[in-house]
C-alpha cells in the first residue's frame, strides 16, 4: 500500500535514474516495456525514485542521507508525503480507510506515471486490498466462526482467557486441531474470486493506469522524452 521513507529508500538501478534525471539519452527504437511481471515492478519502482529524487533535489533535499536534525526530517517528510489535510481518502470494506496527500514529491511522481491521482490512488488501494476484503467476508461463514471459537479455546490458557498474542508454537499448533487453517484454505479462494467480480471496474482501471504508467517509465528510461525527463 503506502510507502513509507524506508521503503522510498530502497536501492534502485542507478543507471536507469542517471537517464532520466539528465533527460539526454535518444534511441531509434521505441521504448519496450519489460515482458515479466517482476520486471515491470522494478521498472516502476526504479523510475518513481528517479522522478522522486529530482523532485527533491530541487529543493535541496535527498533521500540518500539520513536528516540530521528533528526540523531537517519535518521539511524531508513535508517534501515526499506532503502537507495540509489529506486531500484523498478510501473507506474500504473491511472498515478501514486509507488516505493520501496529492502534493509533494512522492505525488508528482506518481501522477507522472499514472496520470488521475484520484483514480490511480482509488484503484491501488482497492486491488491491494482484495485479499483483506475476501478474509473479512469469510468471517461471516458458520464453518469460519466455528473453527474460530474452536481455535479461541485451544489459545486459552487452562482456566483463564486467550492471550492477546499467544506463543507462535500454540498458534501453529491451534490452528492445525481447530481446523481453522484448513477452513480458510478452503474459503478464501472462492470469496476471492467473488471479491475480483465485485471490485470488476477498479480492477479494470489498475491494470489500464498501470499499462500506462509502464509506457510512461520504459519512455523516461529510454530517454525518449523533451526537457527534463518530462514525457512527451
Known amino acids: ?15 536507469v535514474a542517471a537517464l532520466i534525471l539528465t533527460g539526454c539519452v535518444t534511441t531509434t527504437s521505441g ?8 520486471a515491470q515492478d522494478e521498472l516502476l519502482r526504479t523510475v518513481e525514485r528517479a522522478l522522486v529524487d529530482r523532485c527533491l533535489d530541487a529543493q535541496g533535499l535527498t533521500l540518500a542521507a539520513k536528516p540530521r536534525t528533528p526540523e531537517a526530517d519535518r521539511r524531508l517528510q513535508a517534501a515526499l508525503f506532503g502537507t495540509g489535510p489529506r486531500e484523498l481518502s478510501l473507506k474500504l470494506a473491511t472498515g478501514h ?21 484520484s483514480r490511480w490512488f482509488r484503484a491501488q488501494v482497492t486491488v491491494d486490498n482484495l485479499r483483506a476484503e475476501a478474509q473479512a467476508r469469510i468471517k461471516n461463514d458458520p464453518a469460519h466462526r466455528a473453527a ?25 499448533r491451534c490452528e492445525r486441531e481447530s481446523g481453522l487453517a484448513e477452513v480458510r ?3 478464501e479462494p472462492a470469496e476471492l474470486a467473488e471479491v475480483r467480480v465485485l471490485r470488476a471496474d477498479q480492477l ?13 517509465a520504459a519512455e523516461l528510461s529510454a ?10
Not at 1 to 15: C, E, F, K, P, Y
Not at 155 to 169: E, F, L, M, S, W
Not at 204 to 216: C, I, V
Not at 223 to 232: D, F, M, W
Request: with cysteine.
Open 1 to 15: 500500500m503506502l510507502r513509507t521513507t524506508a521503503h522510498i529508500r530502497r536501492t534502485v538501478g542507478t543507471a
Open 31 to 38: 521504448p519496450t516495456v519489460p515482458p515479466t511481471p517482476q
Open 97 to 117: 480507510t486509507v488516505s493520501a496527500h496529492t502534493d509533494g514529491c512522492l505525488a508528482g511522481a506518481r501522477q507522472t506515471l499514472y496520470g488521475d491521482p
Open 148 to 172: 474460530l471459537e474452536r481455535w479461541n479455546r485451544c489459545a486459552a490458557a487452562t482456566g483463564g482467557p486467550r492471550p492477546d498474542r499467544p506463543d507462535p508454537a500454540v498458534t501453529a
Open 185 to 187: 484454505a478452503r474459503l
Open 204 to 216: 479494470t482501471t489498475y491494470r489500464q493506469l498501470r499499462d500506462r504508467a509502464l509506457q510512461r
Open 223 to 232: 530517454g525518449t522524452t523533451t526537457g527534463k525527463g518530462t514525457p512527451t
